[in-house]
């Protein structure tokens, strides 16, 4: 995309947003990339290194447990002292003027919430790898205390002190079920938006990518900012396939008109 094409993005967008009473964003893989988290489908990423371990696979086997917090430990050891992005800081800053509603994510790294998005306007979908609960009781480990054991046992998946349950991050595994509080929180989000701005996912994981259908059939106004066609880009207002931080970078420090939705 060239400089001018950039500049005309930018500009559709921030007129759309100052048009927005309710405007929503959906972010996925592709907003943490340049924090150094690889996504996790395209060549090199983290699916491509490592097959994800089913949620019933994790349940029934202590191997599976082990090895799943042994990736876990690792991937922290590589990515886990990444910031947040332009993106996520540039979302922290419309949502603190007012101009989104909230935040629907894929992600599970945490990084809109270090960038100064409160619990309460965002929607994690697929969990937060940045602590761990028991799946029989709920208990709140956090990683910490969940490494210490796993080392001091030379290398087993740790249980819960509680009741025995098995310890897993606060993530949803294939195979594991949806939190059906955050798809309703969700789907009330997308049922009132007038503008759905999707950033940097490949919209091909459902359920979460039929938000994005329902907000455009909704008669919310759809943007799509990734590298990558998705299959959703014919019915969307505005498609801008540039990196992410240069698309979103202008909206972290430039404050945008009034809103004249007339």
């Given amino acids: 995309m060239s400089d001018q094409e950039l500049k005309t993005a930018h500009d559709r967008l921030r007129e759309f947003l100052a048009q927005a009473r309710h405007a929503v964003a959906f972010t996925g893989a592709g907003i943490s990339t340049e924090c150094g988290i690889p996504d996790f489908r395209s060549p090199g990423g983290l699916w491509t290194q490592n097959?994800?371990?089913?949620?019933?696979?994790?349940?029934?086997?202590?191997e599976a447990r082990n090895e799943a917090w042994r990736r876990k430990f690792a991937m922290d050891a590589a990515f886990g002292g990444a910031v947040p992005g332009r993106g996520h800081r540039a979302l922290a800053?419309?949502?603190?003027?007012?101009?989104l509603a909230g935040i629907i994510t894929q992600n599970i790294d945490g990084l809109h919430q270090a960038a100064g998005v409160p619990d309460g306007a965002l929607v994690e979908l697929h969990g937060n790898t940045t602590y761990a609960t028991c799946l029989d009781c709920g208990r709140r480990y956090e990683l910490a205390f969940v490494r210490s054991r796993f080392e001091a046992s030379g290398g087993r998946a740790p249980d819960c002190e509680a009741c025995g349950g098995p310890i897993k991050t606060a993530t949803i595994s294939f195979?594991?079920?949806?939190?059906?509080?955050?798809?309703?929180?969700?789907?009330?989000?997308?049922?009132?938006?007038?503008?759905?701005?999707?950033?940097?996912?490949?919209?091909?994981?459902?359920?979460?990518?039929?938000?994005p259908?329902?907000?455009k059939r909704g008669g919310a106004r759809l943007v799509i900012i990734?590298?990558?066609?998705?299959?959703?880009?014919?019915?969307?207002?505005?498609?801008?396939?540039?990196?992410?931080?240069?698309?979103?970078?202008?909206?972290?420090?430039v404050p945008l008109p009034e809103s004249n939705p007339e």
């Fill in 51 to 62: 097959k994800p371990i089913p949620f019933d696979i994790f349940l029934a086997h202590q």
């Fill in 93 to 99: 800053r419309l949502l603190a003027q007012g101009r």
């Fill in 175 to 211: 195979g594991q079920a949806m939190p059906e509080g955050e798809m309703q929180r969700a789907d009330r989000m997308t049922r009132e938006s007038d503008l759905f701005i999707v950033i940097g996912s490949s919209l091909v994981v459902y359920p979460a990518a039929g938000f």
């Fill in 213 to 215: 259908l329902k907000a």
């Fill in 226 to 253: 990734n590298r990558q066609e998705t299959d959703f880009d014919d019915m969307a207002d505005l498609v801008v396939r540039a990196d992410i931080g240069d698309v979103l970078a202008p909206f972290e420090a």
